[in-house]
């Protein structure tokens, strides 16, 4: 099994910066052959994609909406998940969830990804 545990939300004036993190941990977790990935939802709404990194970190994808402001990242020597989050939005608000899959290429859809974290909760207020 595959334990995913996201922190640093938070409730952030809209032009501010957040940076969220993901503890991977877990024996079917593999830092050198798991892609990873961040997306969010807001209420009443379906989960959305919003980045996406390779297992060694040298290719990475992001939705058009974030592109330029978020920027993914992963050490994998301490099985960590990064995203940087500057110039946020009201429309950015929702719950960020971590998420991994034992692939060497990168996927950007929910029913890509086997494993999930709780999600935390990013509020962006105008």
């Known amino acids: 099994q595959v334990q995913l545990i996201e922190s640093g939300g938070g409730l952030v004036q809209a032009g501010g910066s957040l940076r969220l993190s993901c503890a991977a941990s877990?024996?079917?977790?593999?830092?050198?052959?798991?892609?990873m990935a961040w997306f969010r939802q807001a209420p009443g709404k379906e989960r959305e994609f919003v980045a996406a990194?390779?297992?060694?970190?040298?290719?990475?994808y992001y939705a058009d909406s974030v592109k330029g402001r978020f920027t993914i990242s992963r050490d994998n020597a301490r099985k960590m998940l990064y995203l940087q989050m500057n110039s946020l939005k009201p429309e950015d608000t929702a719950v960020y969830y971590c998420?991994?899959?034992?692939?060497?290429?990168?996927?950007?859809?929910?029913?890509?990804?086997?494993?999930w974290g709780q999600g935390t909760q990013v509020t962006v207020s105008s």
């Open positions: 990194i390779n297992w060694s970190g040298g290719s990475t």
């Open positions: 877990g024996r079917a977790f593999s830092s050198y052959a798991d892609a």
């Open positions: 998420a991994a899959v034992r692939t060497f290429s990168l996927a950007t859809t929910p029913q890509a990804y086997d494993y």
